[in-house]
C-alpha cells in the first residue's frame, strides 16, 4: 500500500493556491480596467451631451467659418458627469460608491481645455483611483490618468 500520511496533497495544496492567487490578480486587474473604461466612456458621452447643450452657439461659430467658442464652463460639465455617473463630489474629487456604501473608484476634478486655443477641439483629463483590495483589506490604489479628446469640425 502506498503512504497514507497525506504527504502526496502537500504540493497539489501549493500548486492550487498558486493558482487562486494568480487568478486573483488577473481578476483585480480586470477590475480595475473596467473602472478605467467605464469613467472614460462616461466622460466622453457628457462630453458629447455638453457640446450639444451648447449646439447653437456653436453651430453659429461653424457656419461663420470660425470654429470658434468664447469659453469652456468646467462646472457645468463636472455637475452633468457627477449626476450621470451617480458620483459624490467631496472637495476635488469624485467618488462612486457600491451598493453596500464602500467606494468603488473615484476620479480627480475632470479638467476641460481646448486642445487648440478656442477652437471645438477639446480634452478632458482626470485619474481614476481604483483601491485594490486582498482579502477584504485594501493592499494599495491603482493611480489611472485618462485623457478624453472630442474634436468637432465642420464638413462644408
Known amino acids: 500500500m502506498g503512504n497514507k500520511r497525506g504527504e502526496g496533497y502537500v504540493q497539489v495544496c501549493v500548486l492550487v ?3 487562486c492567487l494568480i487568478l486573483s490578480v488577473f481578476l483585480t486587474f480586470v477590475y480595475a480596467v473596467n473602472f478605467v473604461k467605464i469613467t472614460e ?3 466622453e458621452t457628457v462630453l458629447e451631451n455638453y457640446v450639444m447643450k451648447n449646439s447653437i452657439r456653436i453651430y453659429n461659430s461653424i457656419k461663420q467659418g470660425t470654429n470658434e467658442t468664447d469659453a469652456i464652463d468646467a462646472g457645468e460639465y463636472i455637475t452633468d458627469l457627477t ?14 460608491y457600491d451598493g453596500d456604501g464602500n467606494v468603488d473608484y473615484y476620479i480627480s476634478e475632470p479638467t476641460v481645455r481646448f486642445a ?18 486582498f482579502a477584504g483589506t485594501q493592499v494599495t490604489t491603482a493611480t489611472i490618468p485618462v485623457t ?3 474634436n468637432l469640425e465642420g464638413k462644408f
Open 41 to 43: 466612456r462616461n466622460a
Open 83 to 96: 449626476s450621470f455617473c451617480t458620483f459624490n463630489k467631496i472637495r476635488d474629487r469624485l467618488y462612486h
Open 17 to 19: 493556491l498558486i493558482l
Open 116 to 133: 487648440e486655443r478656442n477652437k471645438l477641439k477639446l480634452i478632458v483629463s482626470y485619474t481614476t483611483y481604483v483601491p485594490i483590495y
Open 148 to 150: 478624453v479628446k472630442l
